[in-house]
C-alpha cells in the first residue's frame, strides 16, 4: 500500500514548519540564558 503523494508533501511541510520553529526557539534561549548560565 502506497500513501498518497499529498500525505508525504503535508509531512514534510509540518516537519520543516517545527524544525524552523524549534531553531528560533533554541537561538533565542541560548541569547536570553547565557548570562545566567556562562556568566563570565
Same mark, same amino acid.
Given at each position: 500500500? +502506497?500513501?498518497?503523494?499529498?500525505?508525504?508533501?503535508?509531512?514534510?511541510?509540518? +516537519?520543516?514548519?517545527?524544525?524552523? +520553529?524549534? +531553531?528560533?526557539?533554541?537561538?533565542?534561549?541560548k541569547?536570553?540564558?547565557?548570562?545566567?548560565?556562562?556568566?563570565?
Amino acid at each position: 500500500m +502506497r500513501e498518497p503523494v499529498y500525505f508525504k508533501k503535508w509531512v514534510i511541510f509540518w +516537519r520543516e514548519i517545527l524544525l524552523a +520553529r524549534a +531553531r528560533l526557539f533554541y537561538l533565542f534561549f541560548k541569547d536570553f540564558l547565557e548570562p545566567f548560565l556562562g556568566g563570565s
